[in-house]
Antibody, heavy 116, light 110 residues
């Protein structure tokens, strides 16, 4: 069965960096696009970034220029490199699998807290 | 990349039907038949409920249905059950490998 397991969250100071990882299994990873979606405490979902199977990618305006998405098809991994972190980046970050322009599988999420 | 507009709350009694709206623009909801819906219970990851406006993945009860007219999509939950009480989010493809979510609707089963 499909599994997505995020890791790498934690507490980081404003202006700091963090790399999130997502380990995928149960499907042919190289054939699918992957998303990162975040949810600030008590708030709604926000799409963050997408990387297609051919590594075409895009970002939400709120993170463009600060976050970088990447994938390693040999390891079935997707990453989110986050730089210049701000308090408003505090959220649970979910890794999701793309299917038919939607997110059909979600990980359990990893919490990122930006605080001094 | 403005968020889609959903009502903050909705409610209904067991057995009733409730419809949640999701309003976007001609750049997202109105331009693509790629609206999806997600159900989220407290403390849990979202669950995939509807894709491509009205298609239900296997395992999702047929009490859940989706539709779209112009820039507004809708999710209807028929025959409300206690376990349907949750937050519901819509999402739309917005072109150039970008997506947008709605602000979410808290559904209460009275």
């Amino acid at each position: 069965q499909v599994q997505l397991v995020e890791s790498g969250g934690g507490v980081v100071q404003p202006g700091g960096s963090l790399r999130l990882s997502c380990a995928a299994s149960g499907f042919t990873f190289s054939n699918y696009g992957m998303h990162w979606v975040r949810q600030a405490p008590g708030k709604g979902l926000e799409w963050v970034s997408f990387i297609r199977y051919d590594e075409n990618k895009n970002y939400a305006d709120s993170v463009k220029g600060r976050f970088t998405i990447s994938r390693d098809n040999s390891k079935n991994m997707v990453y989110l490199h986050m730089n210049s972190l701000r308090a408003e980046d505090t959220a649970v970050y979910y890794c999701t699998k793309d299917w038919q322009w939607a997110s059909d599988y979600w990980g359990q999420g990893t919490l990122v807290t930006v605080s001094s | 990349q403005s968020a889609l507009t959903q009502p903050p709350s909705a409610s209904g009694s067991p057995g009733q039907s409730v419809t949640i709206s999701c309003t976007g623009t001609s750049s997202d909801v109105g331009n693509y038949n790629y609206v999806s819906w997600y159900q989220q219970h407290p403390g849990k990851a979202p669950k995939f409920m509807i894709h491509e406006v009205s298609k239900r993945p296997s395992g999702v009860p047929d009490r859940f249905s989706g539709s779209k007219s112009g820039n507004t999509a809708s999710l209807t939950v028929s025959g409300l059950q206690a376990e349907d009480e949750a937050d519901y989010y819509c999402s739309s493809y917005a072109g150039s490998h970008s997506w947008v979510f709605g602000g979410g609707t808290k559904l209460t089963v009275l």
